[in-house]
Each structure stands twice: as structure tokens, then as C-alpha cells.
Nanobody, 116 residues
Framework: QVQLAESGGGLVQPGGSLRLSCEVSGRTSSGYAVGWFRQSPGKEREFVTAIRISGGHIYYADSVKGRFTLSRDNAKNTVWLQMNILKSDDTAVYYC?????????WGKGIQVTVSS
């Protein structure tokens, strides 16, 4: 069993910043990937960013490149998503996920609202 605990969401003005965190606990292994998806009202869940823990390469959606930064601390089993220059289009519920082959585990989601 794997558990994910997200924190850090909230309301921010356009151009502002937020930092999300996701702590992973439970039965994990060294060769997993972790990252974030998001879902806006009326839209499908979309990929935001992910990192393969063993390889270290970080993937970003084009819409967030240059603004969002994913970082991790393996010792703490925690990843952070630093979101800068936020736009209204970034408003969504953000979901942390962990891919431990063959399963994918999801967090409960955390609301990020960008509005003036």
C-alpha cells in the first residue's frame, strides 16, 4: 500500500508563486517515477511534470516549462513543485502520483486557484 500526502495549495494572484509538496509513504521501491497531473473544471486530467527517481531526468508539459520546477528529496520521499509566474489557466486541482510498476497511485488532489 502506498500513500501520498499533498500540501501547499491555495489562492494566489496572477504572476504569483506557490509551492506544492507531496510526501510518499508505504511500500515503495527505488525504481519509481513521481510527478503531478492537474485537472481544471470541464477538462480532462493533464500531465504537468514527472521525474524518474533512478534516472533523474525531469519531464515538463510545454504549458509549464520555464515556470514550474520539480525537485525531490529521496531520503524524505518527498517531491516539491515550485510554481512561478502563475496564470489563471493554471487554476486546477493538482494531483500527485507515483508510478511503481505496474501500479499508479494518486493523491487526493489539492486546489490551486489563480485569481485577482
Amino acid at each position: 500500500q502506498v500513500q501520498l500526502a499533498e500540501s501547499g495549495g491555495g489562492l494566489v494572484q496572477p504572476g504569483g508563486s506557490l509551492r506544492l509538496s507531496c510526501e510518499v509513504s508505504g511500500r515503495t521501491s527505488s525504481g519509481y517515477a513521481v510527478g503531478w497531473f492537474r485537472q481544471s473544471p470541464g477538462k480532462e486530467r493533464e500531465f504537468v511534470t514527472a521525474i524518474r527517481i533512478s534516472g533523474g531526468h525531469i519531464y515538463y508539459a510545454d504549458s509549464v516549462k520555464g515556470r514550474f520546477t520539480l525537485s525531490r528529496d529521496n531520503a524524505k520521499n518527498t517531491v516539491w513543485l515550485q510554481m512561478n509566474i502563475l496564470k489563471s489557466d493554471d487554476t486546477a486541482v493538482y494531483y500527485c502520483y507515483v508510478h511503481i510498476v505496474p501500479n499508479i497511485y494518486w493523491g487526493k488532489g489539492i486546489q490551486v486557484t489563480v485569481s485577482s
